[in-house]
């Protein structure tokens, strides 16, 4: 087999353990446990979370002891440089690019890769790459096909319908789901109730250097941190009326991180608005620690999210999250008052009070934050899918 591209270090920081974990970096392998071969399927290298997520975790599995290969369509992408070079990349040839098709394109030009790479367990790190669930499944051999749901399986809307039916039909072929929330994983008993699914978090990744400069100075307005792609799920706009109406109260800015189609619509709407005095939006950033330092809080305005992780580390630093009611995953981490509120509405008005409501309390305690989030230290999120994969190549062999 063709070796393709061996991508190079890791430019991440060093994490920062989180209260009552381990700062170690690493963690060695059980010695009763068999080393595994994973392959881990991209479309390319975007700086979507689900891949930069799967990178994450994908180094750790490899110093637990075990193999992995990253199989993609393309090695285009901002997060190629993030891979371990202990991670065998392939890609294919001829490559595959993103187009409104290119995922049937890609199950279809992977699966006869499959027998060639020999891996223990296939998996799919999010939703974008179910539709290659079919192809992989009558090429698969003796591998086990894990994929985990990143976002609601079923959207609301006309959509719904459609996919509901396709889940149906996909979700026969996977030996095994993992729902990022406990919301999730209820949808997904519901809809596929023969499949087994586990609850698994994915985990956070802090930065070693929190003491760097952040965006603003201590001027005595409320300053919001809003963080995403400019896509129409993240809905920035509702983002903007929500400064716009904050400032009809009070002083407050707003800083937008963040790249993306949409990104450029949204400076013009800024100026349109009459917001470029309040509103800053510089682009994409490697390291959002900084700016969440001095954030007084954080804004999450998305129509869903399965479990927005600039959220979770905003928590870790201190800083509450407003956010519309978009993710099961909020529900289970934000479960007292210190950590911000969702809001059940969309209404700018809303969430504007909210914001007032949350700040005017003051900087919460940061380990009562922390505390909160414990259970997503990498370590620890990386050794439980490990642990699952184990469950389900395992599964068949335990006696009737």
């Excluded at 005595?220 to 716009?244: C, M, N, S, V, Y």
């Excluded at 809303?350 to 259970?375: C, F, K, S, Y």
Aim: proline share 8%; hydrophobic share 45%.
């Amino acid at each position: 087999m063709e070796p393709g591209t061996k991508l190079g270090p890791s430019g991440r920081g060093r994490r920062v353990a989180l209260k009552g974990q381990r700062a170690d970096a690493s963690f060695a392998r059980d010695a009763r446990s068999p080393s595994r071969h994973i392959l881990i399927c991209f479309h390319d290298f975007s700086r979507g979370g689900t891949e930069r997520i799967a990178i994450g975790m994908a180094r750790f599995w490899v110093e637990a002891g075990h193999r992995v290969t990253i199989l993609c369509g393309t090695t285009e992408g901002g997060v190629r440089a993030t891979v371990d070079p202990r991670v065998q990349v392939v890609e294919l040839d001829p490559p595959v690019r993103r187009s409104p098709i290119s995922r049937l394109k890609l199950g279809k030009a992977m699966a006869p890769m499959l027998g060639k790479i020999d891996p223990d367990i296939i998996f799919l790190p999010g939703n974008f790459h179910f539709p290659l669930v079919l192809p992989f499944a009558k090429a698969k051999g003796r591998a086990k096909i894990v994929a985990k749901v990143s976002n609601p399986a079923v959207p609301s809307g006309l959509l719904g319908k459609p996919i509901r039916a396709l889940l149906r039909r996909f979700a026969p072929a996977v030996d095994g789901i993992a729902a990022m929330n406990s919301g999730l994983a209820r949808e997904l008993a519901e809809l596929a109730p023969t499949v087994s699914t586990a609850t698994l978090y994915d985990p956070i990744y802090l930065h070693h250097d929190m003491t760097a400069d952040g965006p603003h100075a201590d001027d005595g307005r409320i300053h919001l941190l809003w963080a995403g792609r400019f896509e129409k799920q993240k809905d920035a706009a509702l983002a903007l009326r929500t400064i716009a109406a904050l400032n009809a109260i009070t002083p407050a800015r707003l800083t937008m991180l963040g790249d993306g189609s949409l990104h450029g619509q949204m400076l013009e709407k800024i100026r349109k608005m009459g917001l470029s005095d309040v509103v800053a939006a510089p682009g994409y950033v490697p390291v959002i620690d900084p700016w969440l330092r001095k954030a007084d809080a954080f804004l999450c305005t998305s129509h869903f999210e399965g479990g927005p992780a600039v959220a979770v580390e905003a928590l870790a630093h201190g800083v509450p999250v407003i956010s519309t009611d978009c993710s099961h995953f909020l529900h289970d981490i934000m479960t007292i008052p210190e950590a911000g509120t969702l809001v059940p509405t969309r209404n700018p008005q809303d969430l504007a009070q909210a914001v007032i409501e949350v700040t005017r309390r003051g900087p919460p305690p940061l380990a009562d934050l922390q505390a909160l989030i414990a259970h997503l230290e990498p370590e620890v999120c990386a050794q439980a899918y490990l642990d699952w994969f184990e469950t389900v190549l395992e599964r068949d062999k335990a006696p009737a």
